[in-house]
Each structure stands twice: as structure tokens, then as C-alpha cells.
């Protein structure tokens, strides 16, 4: 069903977890902006909450985390935690109601259960809570046994486990060796103690990774009862996060490999009787993010696609991204100044954009491509963008509706790339994202 264009996807494009693009953030936005988007916010709030440890360090990784190694370190941060969970609470007014948490890192299960269990009491309690909807990501590694008891008094309804591959070879390649009994008896406790949608998140394009071993790691996952499941392509850029010139590069499949990688575990995954969320989402047709794709109701924001429909997502810790309608902003990504920050009674928001009139217009533009494939489109944005998007148009990867551009079935690994040329932003950037596909 999809074809290789390899011109279209040549130039690396953003994932479009927000518009405009972390990519714009700049020093001028900061703590002011911050608090005032705060003390105006009414209606449903959403909560990220980023944990910036795991006990080891994978090589791949991107994210803003370090060994959990220091009790200290970790007692410190957790002390800043919860002196802006403080702040930010006293700022929103009483009409703001948080009906999702998500705790994402870095890995949460790097701090203890009676830490974690700390932190959410002091959610629930210094925020207007409504029955939140609470997620996890988790580190099948060091998901502990006591963690099952937490995460069942917690109400946990919603859990990710990063497997990224079963096969041996290819984990030890990468840094992460986890084997399938490890993540066997991580689903069963899971499952045990209540959590109802379980995701895995997969990866392709890992170093000496063969299309038997994706359809292997595609197989377990799926025997194992995965409710979502989310394939990612590896983005390799050492330099960017030097940890993966650990990685052996020279072992890394090329772009037409990934692509046919990417086009088999969709073909495989819908075959299996899952929905394709996205571009690289999959969800069983009774969970919520299948609903919400079902339904147009599909969301993108900082956690990928989600059925989430508040308009406000507060980051909480070091390096969180908060967006708002008119403005996004992200935390002090140092802990040590993170922490200093708070010691002070600051905010610590360091950084972001002001999302204008014309940002939000076309990010709604750019949202709609990438989540329900299709989108109304003005006339100017047509003027602009139409002789961008005349490659897409001819090959049959997206066609016009009257006034809609509409993402075609073989179109979607190049979702992206069509929803980038309404990117503004893109035209003079020379900055790196990751391959499309």
C-alpha cells in the first residue's frame, strides 16, 4: 500500500508534538508569561510530570535523564517537585479542574514507591482534582514488586512500557537488555493490579535489526495483550545526544529498509485487528485513543497523540513543557538550577514561544493533517503552500477535498512532510529533526 519516494522524504521534519516546535522556544519567555497563563486558566487541565532518573541509562535515548545512582540527588529534585507542584496550585484559579496526570522521564519507577506515593498525594491534594485519569510510563527493568500494591491504590488506569525489541542481539546493541520473561511478568502485574490500557512502545530501524526480528517483536507484543502499541523509528543523531555514539552506526538499516520496516508492522498491526492512530500509533478498537480516532476526536500534544481534550497541559520538573492556547513554555532543563530556582520560590519556566493568531491557525491545520488526515485549508495558506505540496499531490499521497487537503492511505508515512509545508518556520531553519520515517 505505501511506495518509496525517497526525494519526499529527504529533508527530516519535526513530529509536531506542538506548533510552533520546541525547535522556536526562546530565553525571552519566561516565569512572568508563565504565571500570568496560569491565573487566567479555567476549565479542564491536564498535568505532565517529569522524573528525570532511570537506574541505567539506555543508549538510544533522548530524553532528559541521568543514572538515579545518588539518593541525595534524587531526595533534592524530589523536594523542588514538590515546591512547584506548591506554586503552580496557589497560581490557578479555583474553576481549573485537573482531570489527566501523566508521569513520564526519564523513568518514574527510578524513584521509590513511597516517593512516588508522596508525589501523588501531593497532586491530588494541592490541585482542584476530578477522578483524574493518571498514566505511567514504566522501565520493565526496574519495575520492583512494590510497585504492584501502588499502582493499584493509586488507580492507575493507563501504563507504557518501553520494550523496544525482544531480540537479544539488538537490546545489547542499544543498551537495554530486558528479557521476555522480565516483560512477561511486568504485564501480568500490570494487569493485576487494574491497569486497563497498556502500551508498548516498539522501534525499528535499530542497529542490525532484520524484518524477522520486527515481526517477531511485533508477535509477542501482541500475544502479550498490548492495547496500544506505538512502532517509532530510530532517529540516530550523536550529535545531538552524544550517548549513542555508543551505538554502531555502521549497523544501522538505510532509509529504504526503515521505510519498508515501518510500511510491514502497519500492514501487520491492522491485520492483527488494530486501529492506525496517526502515523505511528496503533490501539484495539475498544480503547480510548482507538475511540478518538474513530470519532475525530484525536488530539496531539507533548505526549504524542492522545485523547486528551484539555486546552491546557501544565509541565511539572525539570525541563516539562507546559502549552496553553497563546503561549507554550518549558521548564529549566539543569536540575541543579532547576532546584536552585525553587529553593527561591521561582518559577521555573526559562523558556517558550507565544503562540500567535497566525501560529494557532496553522497549527490547527497541521493538527487535523496529522490526527483525523484531512483539513480545512484557506485560501492563503493554499496560495502559499500549494506549489509545495504539488510533488504529494502527484504521486497520490494526498488529494484536495474542496476546500480540504486530504492525507490518502499511502500517503501517511509522509504525513509529516505535507503537514511541515504549512510549517512557516521550516523555510529558513537549517536545525535537525528526526527522518520522517
Not at 333 to 360: C, F, H, P, W
Not at 403 to 429: H, M
Amino acid at each position: 500500500m505505501w511506495t518509496y519516494h525517497p526525494e519526499l522524504l529527504a529533508i527530516p521534519v519535526p513530529r509536531y508534538t506542538s506548533f510552533p516546535t520546541a525547535a522556536e522556544f526562546a530565553g525571552g519567555i519566561g516565569a512572568g508569561q508563565y504565571e500570568e497563563a496560569l491565573e487566567r486558566t479555567q476549565g479542564e487541565v491536564s498535568l505532565y510530570v517529569h522524573i528525570p532518573f532511570c537506574e541505567k541509562i539506555c543508549w538510544y535515548c533522548g530524553c532528559n535523564t541521568s543514572v538515579a545512582n545518588r539518593r541525595d540527588r534524587v531526595a533534592s529534585y524530589l523536594d523542588a517537585l514538590h515546591r512547584e507542584i506548591d506554586l503552580v496550585a496557589e497560581r490557578l484559579p479555583a474553576g481549573a479542574r485537573v482531570t489527566r496526570i501523566a508521569f513520564g522521564g526519564g523513568s518514574p519507577n527510578g524513584i521509590s514507591p513511597i516517593d512516588f506515593v508522596r508525589l501523588v498525594d501531593a497532586l491530588t491534594l494541592q490541585f482542584e482534582t476530578s477522578h483524574p485519569v493518571i498514566s505511567i510510563e514504566l522501565d520493565p527493568r526496574t519495575l520492583g514488586p512494590g510497585w504492584a500494591g501502588v499502582i493499584a491504590s493509586v488507580g492507575i488506569a493507563r501504563a507504557s512500557l518501553g520494550v523496544q525489541t525482544f531480540a537479544e542481539p539488538l537490546q545489547r546493541a542499544i543498551g537495554r537488555v530486558q528479557p521476555t520473561a522480565m516483560i512477561e511478568q511486568a504485564v501480568a502485574m500490570l494487569r493485576g493490579a487494574g491497569v486497563g490500557s497498556l502500551n508498548f512502545d516498539l522501534m525499528y530501524g535499530l542497529p542490525g535489526q532484520t524484518m524477522a526480528h520486527l515481526k517477531d517483536s511485533l508477535e509477542r507484543a501482541v500475544a502479550l495483550g498490548a492495547d496500544r502499541i506505538a512502532l517509532f523509528g530510530y532517529a540516530h543523531v550523536p550529535h545531538l545526544i552524544p550517548r549513542q555514539r555508543k551505538i554502531d552506526a555502521s549497523e544501522l538499516p538505510g532509509a529504504e529498509a526503515r521505510f519498508a520496516m515501518a510500511a510491514y508492522g502497519h500492514a501487520f498491526l491492522l491485520d492483527r485487528g488494530y486501529v492506525a492512530v496517526g502515523f505511528d500509533h496503533f490501539a484495539l478498537p475498544g480503547d480510548p485513543l482507538a475511540q478518538a480516532t474513530l470519532t475525530g476526536h484525536l488530539r496531539r500534544n507533548f505526549q504524542g497523540f492522545t485523547d486528551d481534550q484539555a486546552p491546557v497541559l501544565l509541565g511539572l520538573g525539570a525541563s516539562a513543557i507546559g502549552g496553553f492556547p497563546d503561549l507554550l513554555v518549558q521548564n529549566e532543563k539543569n536540575t541543579g538550577r532547576y532546584r536552585m530556582m525553587l529553593s527561591q520560590d521561582r518559577l521555573t519556566a526559562t523558556r517558550g514561544i507565544v503562540r500567535s493568531a497566525e501560529d494557532q491557525r496553522r497549527g490547527a491545520v497541521i493538527e487535523a493533517l496529522l490526527c483525523q488526515g484531512r483539513a480545512p485549508v484557506a485560501a492563503d495558506l493554499w496560495q502559499e503552500a500549494g506549489p509545495l505540496l504539488r510533488p504529494y499531490l502527484d504521486a497520490g499521497l494526498c488529494e484536495t477535498d474542496g476546500g480540504d487537503l486530504v492525507v490518502l492511505p499511502g500517503g501517511l508515512p509522509y504525513a509529516r512532510s505535507i503537514a511541515a509545508r504549512f510549517d512557516p518556520y521550516r523555510k529558513d531553519s537549517l536545525r535537525r529533526f528526526s527522518s520522517a520515517v
